[in-house]
């Protein structure tokens, strides 16, 4: 749980300054929520993708699944840098979309092995899929 802390962490410290002069500059897409609501829903999503973890890791042999999340946690640490910290809105897009597929794998590979540890990242993958649509309209939105 400390590990996805840590990523949620860094990514607010990456989107701290663009969210002061670069991310307000853009044209939002329909139905973006107002910035305070980011950091209490991560930091929830986050505390959930550890127990999931955890849950697997107690039954012991789920190597491959935990595998397929900490890639999926590498790559949800590095979406910020990608968005924020270069100010990329595509390269965003280019970072999310395969992180899309690895939280599913990583479902697939928990449900078998902890059904309640697949349940628990169900929240995650509906805000990353609702972070990808919001992803995609920020990128349409402002092509240079």
Do not use: E
């Not at 840098?81 to 965003?92: E, K, N």
């Amino acid at each position: 749980m400390v590990l996805c802390l840590l990523v949620g962490a860094s990514g607010g410290a990456l989107t701290a300054n663009a969210l002061l002069f670069w991310y307000p500059s853009l044209l939002p897409p329909p139905g973006t929520p107002p910035n305070w609501l980011f950091a209490p829903v991560w930091t929830t999503l986050y505390i959930m993708m550890g127990v999931a973890a955890w849950l697997i890791w107690l039954r012991g042999g789920g190597y491959r699944a935990l595998r397929y999340w900490g890639w999926q946690l590498a790559v949800n640490a590095i979406w910020p840098a990608a968005f924020f910290g270069f100010r990329s809105t595509g390269l965003g897009l280019a970072v999310i979309l395969p992180m899309l597929g690895l939280i599913v794998l990583t479902i697939r590979a928990f449900h078998p092995r902890h059904r309640l540890a697949a349940w628990l990242l169900l929240p995650y993958l509906a805000w990353s899929c609702y972070a990808t649509y919001l992803n995609a309209g920020f990128w349409w939105l402002n092509r240079t």
